[in-house]
T-cell receptor, first 111, second 114 residues
Framework: QKEVEQNSGPLSVPEGAIASLNCTYS??????FFWYRQYSGKSPELIMS????GDKEDGRFTAQLNKASQYVSLLIRDSQPSDSATYLC???????????FGTGTRLTIIP | DTEVTQTPKHLVMGMTNKKSLKCEQH?????MYWYKQKAKKPPELMFV???????INESVPSRFSPECPNSSLLNLHLHALQPEDSALYLC?????????????FGQGTRLTVV
């Protein structure tokens, strides 16, 4: 059983629209949640971190965490072609340095 | 500064070679990681050094061996690799659980085993 799950996509969104990416995780004591963006052939780039329930906004990005339902999401407003990438959800469990990634969602923004 | 530096960027090696990948950070981070990533797959954790303690993914074969000379450096020694070991090898670092948990990646080493 996978510990972190994402819809692999591909997800296609028109330019200027809102892209919504979702991630669920298994029932373990979790602590920290992250969204990474990865362009083809490049390394993952941290775009958002969230540690407590609720929303966290940073520019066009909003991360949402619901620990009771065990999901974390990422909203990208006013999507741009440069947002086209694979988005990786990652979870770090409490009392552990292990960072576990979901399978990633490939997002394509259509001009 | 969130820079993690990996060298080399590209490496081609034969199955009988011995080589090393290097990773360096000067952010005072106390946790460093090696990940392996195959095409269209997520990064897979190989090793974690945290506060001088090594944690190993039990599925990693012994032809990969990490070395942490000091808290800023993390090497990955490669010996007798197989073609299926060809992948992008990623190093990351974080402050560690005692001081925040965001992890930052280097640009990776693209390894090809021939």
């Amino acid at each position: 059983q996978k510990e972190v799950e994402q819809n692999s996509g591909p997800l296609s969104v028109p330019e200027g629209a809102i892209a919504s990416l979702n991630c669920t995780y298994s029932d373990r004591v979790s602590q920290s949640f992250f969204w990474y963006r990865q362009y083809s052939g490049k390394s993952p780039e941290l775009i958002m971190s969230i540690y407590s329930n609720g929303d966290k906004e940073d520019g066009r990005f909003t991360a949402q965490l619901n620990k009771a339902s065990q999901y974390v999401s990422l909203l990208i407003r006013d999507s741009q072609p440069s947002d086209s990438a694979t988005y990786l959800c990652a979870v770090k469990w409490a009392a552990s340095e292990k960072l576990t990634f979901g399978t990633g969602t490939r997002l394509t923004i259509i001009p | 500064d969130t820079e993690v530096t990996q060298t080399p960027k590209h490496l081609v090696m034969g199955m009988t070679n011995k080589k090393s990948l290097k990773c360096e950070q000067h952010m005072g981070h106390r946790a460093m990681y090696w990940y392996k990533q195959k095409a269209k797959k997520p990064p897979e954790l190989m090793f974690v050094y945290s506060y001088e303690k090594l944690s190993i993914n039990e599925s990693v074969p012994s032809r990969f061996s990490p070395e942490c000379p000091n808290s800023s450096l993390l090497n990955l020694h490669l010996h007798a690799l197989q073609p299926e070991d060809s992948a992008l090898y990623l190093c990351a670092s974080s402050r560690g659980s005692r001081g925040g948990t965001e992890a930052f990646f280097g640009q990776g080493t693209r390894l090809t085993v021939v």
